[in-house]
């Protein structure tokens, strides 16, 4: 498996990240990373995407861009170079196996992505880890959404949640989940390979962490629905503050209660309950 990374150069960076990566989401790209010149967004090679710049000619902003294929052999070498540890206030540190463990932080989670993201470099990933220390995970029973390297399913597991269950639609990111969990010590979280279909037949959950992107919460989030208790908390982000009515919207029609939003720059979350 490869990976194909756009790397954007955005002048002025805000609005023009902003509408560009609102775009790719609509070609398929479901990763995204900011940077202080604008943004890299990815998507797996199988996909066959190509982002054509003739057709996206905006007159507020102006962009360039370079296409990398970023190898799987690859991933890690380019990752262990440019990565540093994560803090979340003074709640949380995420860092790698080479680093050292940190001190005066209420929890720890040691990452090695491989080919999966969430790191907890991005600012969803880090709106996400705040909420869910505002909330009570005791005993309770938890879906992480997209897991990609497992980290919020993880976390759940050490804010006390007993029965965790991850699913990622990547091969990839499923096998790296799996080997994170281990290496924190949360080896009784369930990972699965698949989609939204994969929660067909289970029981409900009482917490559902959804960190993904706008197109597939706007599609799931019924499904999501239908797959919590009564009362149970939906955490959403991957998502732009300027689409949070929208989401609400969804929400709303699916039974669901807003609660609670943050940001991070122009990146939202919110958490919604079941009624």
Known sequence: MSYKAYHFNVAPVQPGSEILIAHLSALGFDTFESNELGFTAFIDESAEVEFKAEEYVFDDFTYSFKIETI??????????????PVYVDHLLCIRAPFHSPA???????????????GTGHHQTT???????????????RVLDMGC???????LASK????????????????ENSKENCKTNGCSEILILQGDVTALQGEKPFDHILANINKNILKRDIPLYAKAMN?????????????????????CTRSGLDF?????EETWAMMVLRKK
């Not at 190898?71 to 540093?84: D, L, V």
């Not at 007993?162 to 499923?174: F, K, L, N």
């Open 230 to 250: 009564n009362n149970g908390l939906l955490y959403l982000s991957g998502f732009f503050v300027t689409d949070q009515e929208e989401l609400k919207e969804v």
């Open 259 to 263: 609660l609670s939003s943050d940001q």
């Open 159 to 174: 804010l006390g949640a007993t029965d965790v269950t991850g699913i990622d639609i990547d091969a990839w990111s499923a």
């Open 103 to 117: 001190q005066g932080y209420a929890q720890e989670i040691v990452i090695m992505p491989k080919m999966s993201f």
């Open 148 to 154: 990609g390297t497992g980290i919020l399913a993880i």
């Open 126 to 140: 880090r709106l996400m880890c705040k909420a869910m220390f505002a909330q009570d995970f005791k005993n309770k």
């Open 71 to 84: 190898e799987q052999s690859n991933w890690n070498q380019e990752w262990e170079k440019n990565f540093e």
